[in-house]
Nanobody, 122 residues
């Protein structure tokens, strides 16, 4: 079993940056593909970014490509989401998720964190 704990959310103005962290407990973190998802009020949860266990492969939603960067530190069992040039439409609760397969993580993983709120004001 994997437990995930997100942090780093907050209230920022448009154009600012934030870095989210997701700390994972449990063994064999490097064998889990990790992803970030978000859910805005009244909307369905959507895929944001994912990274393979080794960190060599990444993928992004078109809406964040070029602004967000996902990375991981397997020595710290942590995955990060660096968010630059934030927009009001990025406002959402951000969740991290873990899956054994990089390929299917785009639709969600086996484990989820509790989420962290990101609010971007105009």
């Amino acid at each position: 079993q994997v437990q995930l704990d997100e942090s780093g959310g907050g209230l920022v103005q448009a154009g600012a940056s934030l870095r989210l962290s997701c700390a994972a407990s449990g063994r064999s973190f490097m064998y889990w593909a990790m992803g970030w998802f978000r859910q805005a009020p009244g909307k369905e949860r959507e895929f944001v970014a994912k990274i393979s266990g080794s960190g060599q492969s990444t993928d992004y939603a078109d809406s964040v490509r070029g602004r967000f960067t996902i990375s991981r530190d397997n020595s710290k069992n942590t995955v990060y989401l660096q968010m630059n040039r934030l927009r009001p439409e990025d406002t959402a609760v951000y969740y991290c998720s873990a899956a054994p397969s990089f390929g299917r993580l785009s639709v969600g993983g086996d484990y989820w964190g509790q989420g962290t709120q990101v609010t971007v004001s105009p």
